[in-house]
C-alpha cells in the first residue's frame, strides 16, 4: 500500500509537469517577443538600419507568412520566431496579435504623417550677429522751395532680431524748384536758401513688428517694420564764419519708421520714412530745419547664408 | 526765409509711386524661389483657407486729409469714404471731402514783405474747397503682422484710381475758382485691429486746374494742371461682421 501511494503521487506529479509545461514555454516566448519588438522600437526611433528592420517585421507579420518576411529582408531568426508563436496559446496568439497590428498602425500613422506635415522653422530669417549692407536713395518730401535727391549708404549690425546699431550716409543732389524761383519773379523776394550737401550719422533700429505678405497667392514674402532714430552732422551751403567747427556739419538728429521685405535670402529691400532735423544759422536768426525723406534701399546680408541650430 | 513743413505739387509722384510698386512686384516674383523646397508641398497654393477680410464686405471710412506740398495754403480735408468689396482685391466706391483754409508762414511773409513795397498788394492763394471722387481699389499686396510678439494684425496695401470733381477756392477775388473735373490715383495701407474697424493711411495726387496766388501786381499768375498731394489718415468700419474664408 506504501509502494502504491509512492507510485500513485509520482504519476500525479509527473502528470501535473507534463499539463504545466507548454504554458511555460509559451509565457517565456511572450516575453521573448516583446523585449525584440521594444529594442526595435528604439532602433526606429534613432533612425538606424533597425527602423527598417521593425518595418519589414511589421509587415511580415501582417501578412502572416515566412515568404514576406524574406521578400523583406527577413532572417531565419524571424522564421524561428514565427516558429515559437505557433507554440503559443491561442489567447496569447491573439493577444501578440493586437499588439503588433496596433504598433504597426503607430507606424504607419507617423510614416504618413511625416509624409504630410511639414516642419516650419519658427524663425524664416535669423537677423541676430548679421550685418546689412545698404545702399539706395531717398527725395525730400517736406521742403517747398528746394528739391533734394540723396544718394544713401549704410551698414547696419543687428545685435538680436529686433535690435540693431550702425552707421549710415548720405550725399545731397540739392536745387530750388520752380516755386522758388515764382517766389523770386512774383514777388521780388530772393529767400536765402540752405541746400543740404551731405550728413552721417549713428543710428539705433529697433524691429516690433514681424510679419508676411502676399499678392495674389504668388508667393508669400516675409517682412519686418522697424523704428529708427540717429545722431550726427549735416552738412548746408549756409556758410558760418563765427564757428569754424559748425564748418564740418551742424548737429543733426533723426527719426524714422521703414519697412524691410526680406526677399532672397541675402536680400533685402527696405522703404523708409525719415525727418532729418538741424538748427540752421540763417541772416535772420537760427531756425529748426525739419528735412522729411522717403526713400529706397536694397541691403546685402553679410554673410549672405546662415544655418539653423535645429535643421529640419 | 525757410520753410520746411510746406511742400511742393510734384507731377512725377504717382510714377514714383509706379517704381516702388514696380520693385515690390518684382521682389514677389523673385520670391518663389526662397521658398522652392522638395517637399510634399512643393505645387500647392500659397495661401489656402485664408480669412478674408475684405471680400463681400462694406467700408465706410472717416477720413481727415493734409495737403503736401501747397506753399501758401494748407488744407485739412475731412471727410468720409465709401467701398463696396467685390473681391478682397477689389472695390468700388467714392469719398467727399470738404477743404478747411491754413494759411502757412510763407503766405503771411509774402504778404507782410511784399506790402512794405506795394502798398496796394493783398496776397491772394488758392486752396481745396470740396472734392468729390469715385475710385477703383485693388489691393495688391495683403498680409498679417505680429506686433511685440503677441498682437495679430492683418494689413493690405491698396492702390486707387480716382476721377471726379473738385471745387478750388480763393482767400480773395481776383483768381479763378470754381468747380472742374479732377483725376488722380493713391497708394494707401489698411490696418485691422479687429475683424470690423481697421486704421487706413492714404496718400492720394490729385489734379486741379489751378494758379497757387497773385503776383506782386495782384494778378493771377502761374494757373496750370496741377497736381495736389492729400496725406490722409481714417479709422473704417466693416459690416457684415463675419468674415469669409478662402477655398
Known amino acids: 500500500m506504501h509502494v502504491l501511494q509512492r507510485h500513485s503521487l509520482f504519476i500525479v506529479f509527473a502528470a501535473a509537469l507534463v499539463v504545466a509545461a507548454p504554458s511555460a514555454m509559451a509565457r517565456a516566448a511572450v516575453s521573448s517577443a516583446d523585449s525584440s519588438v521594444s529594442s526595435a522600437e528604439v532602433a526606429n526611433n534613432t533612425g538606424t538600419s533597425g527602423g527598417e528592420a521593425t518595418a519589414a517585421d511589421g509587415q511580415a507579420s501582417q501578412g502572416g507568412t515566412a515568404r514576406d518576411a524574406t521578400d523583406n529582408g527577413g532572417t531565419s531568426e524571424r522564421v524561428a520566431d514565427e516558429a515559437d508563436t505557433s507554440r503559443l496559446s491561442p489567447r496569447a496568439k491573439r493577444a501578440l496579435r493586437r499588439r503588433k497590428l496596433t504598433q504597426n498602425l503607430a507606424r504607419k500613422g507617423e510614416a504618413e504623417l511625416r509624409k504630410s506635415v511639414r516642419v516650419f522653422q519658427q524663425r524664416y530669417l535669423v537677423k541676430g550677429g548679421r550685418a546689412e549692407l545698404l545702399v539706395g536713395g531717398s527725395v525730400a518730401i517736406g521742403d517747398p522751395l528746394i528739391q533734394t535727391r540723396n544718394l544713401d549708404a549704410g551698414l547696419l549690425i543687428h545685435v538680436n532680431q529686433r535690435w540693431a546699431i550702425g552707421a549710415s550716409a548720405f550725399y545731397s543732389f540739392a536745387a530750388q524748384n520752380d516755386a522758388f524761383e515764382n517766389i523770386q519773379r512774383d514777388f521780388g523776394l530772393f529767400p536765402e536758401r540752405s541746400l543740404l550737401q551731405a550728413g552721417g550719422f549713428l543710428e539705433v533700429q529697433f524691429s516690433p513688428i514681424f510679419g508676411k505678405f502676399s499678392s495674389f497667392g504668388m508667393a508669400v514674402v516675409q517682412m519686418d517694420a522697424y523704428l529708427i532714430g540717429a545722431v550726427g552732422l549735416m552738412k548746408t551751403t549756409v556758410p558760418i564764419e563765427a564757428d569754424a567747427a559748425l564748418q564740418v556739419g551742424r548737429p543733426a538728429w533723426q527719426v524714422g519708421v521703414g519697412l524691410r521685405i526680406h526677399t532672397l535670402r541675402a536680400l533685402t529691400l527696405s522703404v523708409e520714412i525719415r525727418d532729418m532735423m538741424m538748427v540752421e544759422h540763417f541772416q535772420a536768426g537760427e531756425r529748426l530745419m525739419q528735412h522729411w525723406f522717403g526713400g529706397l534701399k536694397i541691403g546685402l546680408w553679410i554673410p549672405p547664408t546662415f544655418d539653423y541650430k535645429h535643421q529640419r | ?247
Request: with cysteine; glycine share 10%; charged share 20%.
Open chain 2, 1 to 247: 526765409m525757410m520753410f520746411s513743413l510746406a511742400r511742393q505739387p510734384r507731377p512725377a509722384l504717382i510714377v514714383r509711386l509706379a517704381v516702388v510698386c514696380g520693385l515690390i512686384g518684382a521682389t514677389l516674383l523673385t520670391a518663389g524661389s526662397a521658398h522652392a523646397e522638395d517637399d510634399v508641398l512643393a505645387g500647392s497654393p500659397v495661401l489656402r483657407r485664408n480669412l478674408q477680410y475684405r471680400a463681400g464686405r462694406h467700408e465706410v471710412t472717416a477720413i481727415v486729409g493734409f495737403t503736401v506740398g501747397d506753399p501758401y495754403i494748407r488744407t485739412i480735408l475731412p471727410g468720409a469714404r465709401y467701398d463696396l468689396h467685390l473681391f478682397d482685391w477689389l472695390s468700388v466706391g467714392g469719398r467727399l471731402q470738404f477743404g478747411v483754409p491754413v494759411q502757412s508762414d510763407t503766405y503771411a511773409e509774402i504778404d507782410k514783405k511784399v506790402t512794405t513795397q506795394n502798398e496796394t498788394f493783398v496776397m491772394e492763394a488758392t486752396s481745396l474747397r470740396f472734392l468729390g471722387l469715385g475710385h477703383v481699389s485693388v489691393s495688391p499686396l495683403v498680409g498679417k503682422m505680429l506686433a511685440f510678439s503677441r498682437l495679430p494684425i492683418q494689413f493690405d496695401v491698396h492702390v486707387d484710381l480716382l476721377g471726379g470733381l473738385a471745387s478750388v477756392a480763393s482767400t480773395g477775388d481776383a483768381l479763378t475758382t470754381g468747380i472742374g473735373l479732377s483725376l488722380g490715383a493713391a497708394v494707401g495701407l489698411r490696418v485691422f485691429i479687429s475683424d470690423i474697424i481697421a486704421i487706413t493711411t492714404d496718400l492720394q495726387a490729385i489734379s486741379t486746374d489751378r494758379a497757387l496766388s497773385v503776383n506782386r501786381d495782384s494778378k493771377e499768375s502761374g494757373k496750370k494742371l496741377r497736381f495736389n498731394n492729400i496725406l490722409s489718415f481714417g479709422v473704417a468700419f466693416f459690416m457684415p461682421p463675419k468674415l469669409q474664408r478662402a477655398d
